[in-house]
């Protein structure tokens, strides 16, 4: 009796969703309590409708919930006399559970299910399945509440199975339906299904393996190439530093340099200067002499005295003395202009170089190239055109992938990323590793093109094939073409209205093809690309051309 007792305190003190004591609990308005989380988590699964888990009685609105302090209280006291969690004999089913199609009011979780009665069974109610004879050759699976497997037109179980029709049927069906069918066994094709299905978990087993041990291996090589990096900043620097400080002491060699000689030079004008300045105190001193003599009023005087004076010596300054004002040293300045100049072309020269060293570090070795059109389409990409960088007589349709040539402007909105000179448009998606994708175009003078984001919008060099930043294949009426920096390569190969483009970024291959029961190479690049790339089209002339992304499988 006391064990009786003991079970009903647990149901009544269990969550129903859980179906473990209560924590935190809550009572909703029909009167029922849950956990707060549990009921939370079971009315956000519902999302519209919420109602209560066991009287399914529902709520317009969701109820606000408030801890029930009185039974908080109360569960705190019962675990302190040792109230437990029910023990798993005694696990009612929830919403998400299987229950016993065989329990009456309150259900229990089902822990098998049966292929021949169609029913599932808590560990009370599978007994007579251990115990009967008959019964045990029933087959018995883990719960499951899709166990739809009789025949609805012979009410019969599907035993048997038909691998024309790959269904499940009834013995009946295969005597009649299914007459001069392949038909065996479901068990049969079970088994050997379940050993195809062993040989691809086998090989997806081997693959997990394989891909973890490149993973591993990739780790290690951004390991590798984060300690190379590092270690290159810090070499970098420290040879950016060492030019700099020998730049400052050229520099304070330089400052010294033209100090030292302005002192020798100020030292030796004003050495001079002295001297002049001491031969005008002495020419003066001779001026005022003559000027007392000659107003010597005595004749007789004046004739005694003259002979005295000795005659002007010539001066040895005024002719040697050149003045040059601001330009005493004007070619230190064009020499260091000079070296300016030179070492910003160096700069120059070296940062391109440094700059294709930096782009060709390769983490991941290079792939072999694809040799058939079926290779080709495993790197496929589905391209879009973008409206706003079309030029205003292009109409964009079939979801932004053709592109037709109007004679009348389109309502395009204002844009600085639109194409203003020439009648082009770049695709929505940039590339900057393997792709392959066909264009189909109709009409003339079409290009097909790859260029980086920040080609020219308007002028002349902002056409495709015009400039170092686009490369493009020209589809004439009769022939081919490829351009690149407004250099024109005349290409002979049949003509075709169908032209494959393929891009390895990371190896600087881009190649044109001509697409038709074969694919004929038309132009091969071979560069190194600085930015990501967008592909292109380009209409001329003909009102009515067309140009299309083709849907590749």
Request: glycine residues 4%.
């Given at each position: 009796?006391?064990q009786r007792?003991n079970q009903l305190?647990?149901?009544c ?6 179906l473990?004591?209560l924590k935190d609990p809550?009572?909703i308005p029909?009167?029922h309590s849950y956990?707060?989380y ?6 956000d699964e ?6 209560c888990p066991q009287?399914?009685k529902?709520?317009?609105l969701?109820p ?5 302090t009185?039974l908080?209280?109360l569960m705190?006291e ?7 969690a ?8 929830g919403?998400?559970d299987?229950s016993?199609d065989?329990c009456?009011g309150r259900k229990l979780k ?11 069974y ?8 251990l115990?009967?004879a ?6 018995l699976?883990e ?5 739809q497997?009789?025949c609805?037109?012979h009410?019969?179980v599907k035993?048997m199975f038909c691998?024309?029709?790959?269904k499940c049927i009834c013995y009946l ?5 299914h ?13 050997e299904r ?7 978990q ?5 693959r997990i393996q394989?891909?973890e ?6 780790q290690?090589e ?6 190379s990096a590092d ?8 040879i ?9 002491k050229r520099?304070c060699?330089?400052?010294q340099q033209i100090?030292?000689q302005?002192?020798?030079?100020v030292?030796?004008?004003k050495?001079?200067q002295e001297?002049?300045?001491?031969e005008?105190t002495e ?6 002499e003559l000027?007392?003599?000659s107003l010597?009023e005595d004749?007789?005087q004046f004739l ?6 000795p ?7 005024s002719?040697?003395i050149?003045?040059?004002?601001l330009?005493y040293f004007e ?9 300016r100049d030179?070492?910003?072309d160096?700069?120059r020269?070296?940062?391109?170089n ?12 290079p ?14 990409h589905?391209i ?6 079309a030029?205003i007589r ?6 932004n992938?053709?592109v037709?040539?109007m004679?009348?402007p389109?309502s395009?909105s204002?844009?600085q990323?639109r194409?203003?000179r020439w009648?082009q ?7 900057t590793?393997?792709?392959y ?5 109709r009409?003339?003078f079409?290009f097909?093109a790859v260029?980086?984001?920040n080609?020219?919008r308007?002028g002349?060099e902002?056409?495709?094939?015009l400039?170092d ?17 407004n250099?024109?390569?005349?290409i002979?190969?049949?003509?075709s209205?169908?032209?494959?483009v393929?891009?390895d ?5 881009l ?5 038709s029961?074969?694919m004929?190479?038309?132009?091969r690049?071979?560069t190194?690309f600085?930015?990501p790339l967008?592909?292109g089209?380009?209409l ?7 140009a299309?992304?083709?849907k590749l499988?």
């Amino acid at each position: 009796m006391a064990q009786r007792g003991n079970q009903l305190d647990r149901e009544c003190f269990c969550c129903s969703v859980c179906l473990d004591l209560l924590k935190d609990p809550v009572t909703i308005p029909c009167g029922h309590s849950y956990c707060m989380y549990c009921i939370q988590r079971f009315w956000d699964e519902e999302k519209k409708i919420h109602s209560c888990p066991q009287c399914r009685k529902t709520f317009t609105l969701r109820p606000v919930l408030m801890k029930n302090t009185m039974l908080a209280d109360l569960m705190e006291e019962l675990k302190k006399t040792g109230l437990q969690a029910a023990p798993t004999d005694h696990c009612y089913a929830g919403p998400e559970d299987v229950s016993c199609d065989f329990c009456s009011g309150r259900k229990l979780k089902a822990i098998k299910s049966c292929l021949f009665c169609l029913a599932s069974y808590c560990k009370k109610h599978l007994q007579p399945h251990l115990d009967k004879a008959p019964l045990m050759k029933h087959k018995l699976v883990e719960p499951s509440k899709d166990l739809q497997n009789i025949c609805s037109i012979h009410d019969e179980v599907k035993k048997m199975f038909c691998r024309t029709d790959q269904k499940c049927i009834c013995y009946l069906c295969s005597v009649d339906e299914h007459r001069g069918h392949d038909t065996v066994s479901a068990a049969a094709e079970r088994t050997e299904r379940q050993r195809d299905l062993e040989e691809s978990q086998q090989q997806i087993q081997q693959r997990i393996q394989d891909r973890e041990k490149e993973v591993k291996l990739l780790q290690q090589e951004v390991e590798a190439i984060n300690h190379s990096a590092d270690q290159t900043v810090k070499d970098s620097e420290k040879i950016f530093t060492q030019m700099i400080n020998l730049i400052q002491k050229r520099s304070c060699d330089v400052m010294q340099q033209i100090r030292s000689q302005q002192q020798t030079e100020v030292s030796r004008v004003k050495d001079l200067q002295e001297e002049l300045e001491q031969e005008i105190t002495e020419l003066k001193r001779r001026d005022a002499e003559l000027k007392q003599l000659s107003l010597t009023e005595d004749h007789s005087q004046f004739l005694l005295n003259y002979p005295s004076l000795p005659p002007l010596s010539e001066s040895t300054h005024s002719s040697s003395i050149n003045v040059r004002p601001l330009r005493y040293f004007e070619e230190v300045t064009a020499a260091v202009s000079e070296l300016r100049d030179k070492l910003k072309d160096l700069l120059r020269e070296e940062r391109t170089n440094i700059s294709r060293k930096v782009t060709r570090v390769d983490a991941i070795p290079p792939q072999p190239k694809p040799r058939s059109r079926a290779h080709y389409l495993k790197y496929s990409h589905q391209i879009t055109l973008d409206p706003n960088t079309a030029h205003i007589r292009l109409l964009l349709s079939e979801e932004n992938r053709k592109v037709t040539l109007m004679e009348q402007p389109q309502s395009y909105s204002h844009d600085q990323k639109r194409f203003i000179r020439w009648l082009q448009v770049l695709s929505k998606e940039s590339f900057t590793g393997r792709c392959y994708w066909e264009v189909e175009r109709r009409g003339t003078f079409v290009f097909v093109a790859v260029a980086y984001k920040n080609i020219s919008r308007s002028g002349d060099e902002g056409g495709f094939g015009l400039n170092d930043k686009s490369w493009a294949l020209n589809c004439s009426p009769n022939s081919f073409s490829f351009l690149h920096n407004n250099i024109q390569t005349f290409i002979s190969a049949p003509v075709s209205s169908k032209v494959g483009v393929y891009l390895d970024h990371r190896a600087g291959v881009l190649s044109f093809y001509s697409v038709s029961k074969s694919m004929t190479l038309l132009h091969r690049v071979q560069t190194t690309f600085t930015q990501p790339l967008h592909a292109g089209l380009g209409l001329f002339r003909f009102v009515g051309a067309t140009a299309e992304f083709c849907k590749l499988k």
